[in-house]
């Protein structure tokens, strides 16, 4: 399907347009394997802002619908975004006993904020994303990731380098995303390090917990660098509090990974498994959800025995 030699070659971002057809793609050039997605419209409805740190892009897809491009990846789509986010944030959200204070590094799309919001027992959510441009623009294009969530007197959003924030609050935070786009740039290299690691670990509350977006799982086997966040979690937690999670999601057209880590366990931690209490949430929670159910919590935990494998191996390597 590609008519270049070496798609990976191309210029980041890359809209091509078929001059056979007239048809409109964008080519995410980064991932493993390079994507095509089929915009729709001409090229002046593909909306690009070159902000200070990155290239923002919003497009209609036919397939996925309107999807969020930065520097040539797309981070979410209109079609399947509640896959990605409500996988991220309700594991987490259910498996504290009563989360009150979160912190949302990055994410600056809103969907992680929109999902957190749900969960009553939140009275504080705070989200520091260093790119006001992804916040301003979602905010005013991509009405549907925020669902207004903004405007909720919980939420605190500001833009800022997350890790400066971390080193300068005294805050302590019952759960706390890591929402960041991949290491492929200086903006978000940082906090692909240990550092950032024990900032997250020293800013939690006893008990707390951090979620950090990984990698495509299928990335993992094929390239031994996508373990970077589970090899840096591990490092900061201790093995045994720590859990890897994926969900399927079509428009990345992988697996995406997750890393889940928690300070101080009581006795009963075990991610993959749901206690009585946490169970009873979901009957005020009921109506919430499009893909997370009890049932979908145990499915995200089931990783196939080879990626098990290897995630095994390389806690043995570090
Ligand atoms: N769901 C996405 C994915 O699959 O990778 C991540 C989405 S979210 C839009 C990623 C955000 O991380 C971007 O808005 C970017 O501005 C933000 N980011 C990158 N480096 C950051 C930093 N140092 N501090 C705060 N936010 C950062």
Request: charged share 25%; glycine share 22%.
């Given at each position: 399907m590609f008519p270049f030699d070496d798609p990976r070659a191309l210029p980041t971002p890359y809209v091509w347009q078929d001059e056979k057809s007239d048809t409109l793609y964008f080519i995410d050039t980064v991932g493993y394997d390079p994507c095509l997605y089929e915009i729709e419209g001409?090229?002046?409805?593909?909306y690009t802002i070159k902000s200070q740190y990155q290239t923002v892009q919003i497009f209609n897809t036919i397939r996925f619908g309107r999807a969020l491009a930065i520097d040539g990846t797309i981070q979410c789509a209109e079609k399947d975004e509640a896959r990605y986010h409500e996988a991220f944030v309700h594991p987490a959200m259910i498996l504290h006993m009563k989360p009150k204070n979160i912190l949302i590094c990055?994410?600056?799309?809103?969907a992680t904020l929109r999902e957190v919001l749900k969960?009553?027992?939140?009275?504080k959510a705070t989200l520091v994303d260093i790119d006001e441009e992804v916040i301003k623009v979602t905010q005013e294009r991509m009405t549907f990731l925020w669902a207004e969530s903004h405007h909720d007197p919980r939420a605190h959003v500001s833009a800022g380098d997350a890790f400066a924030f971390l080193k300068s609050t005294d805050e302590r935070f019952d759960v706390i995303f890591s929402d960041i786009t991949d290491p492929t740039d200086e903006v978000s290299l940082p906090l692909y390090s240990k550092n950032y690691f024990n900032l997250i670990r020293a800013r939690l509350a006893p008990g707390g917990i951090v979620v950090a977006q990984g990698a495509e799982i299928s990335e993992v086997w094929q390239n031994p660098g996508r373990l970077l966040i589970w090899k840096l979690i591990n490092s900061v937690f201790k093995t045994h509090r720590t859990a890897a999670y994926q969900t399927y999601v079509p428009s990345f057209r992988e697996e995406r990974s997750f890393c889940i880590a928690t300070t101080d366990p009581p006795s009963?931690?075990?991610?993959s498994h749901l206690p009585p209490w946490a169970l009873q949430k979901f009957d005020y929670l009921e109506g919430s959800f499009r893909f997370y159910s009890p049932e979908m919590h145990k499915a995200l935990f089931a990783l196939p025995p080879v990626v098990e494998k290897i995630y095994e191996r390389a806690l043995r390597s570090r």
């Open positions: 001409p090229i002046e409805k593909v990055g994410g600056g799309d809103g969960h009553p027992s939140v009275e009963w931690f075990d991610a």
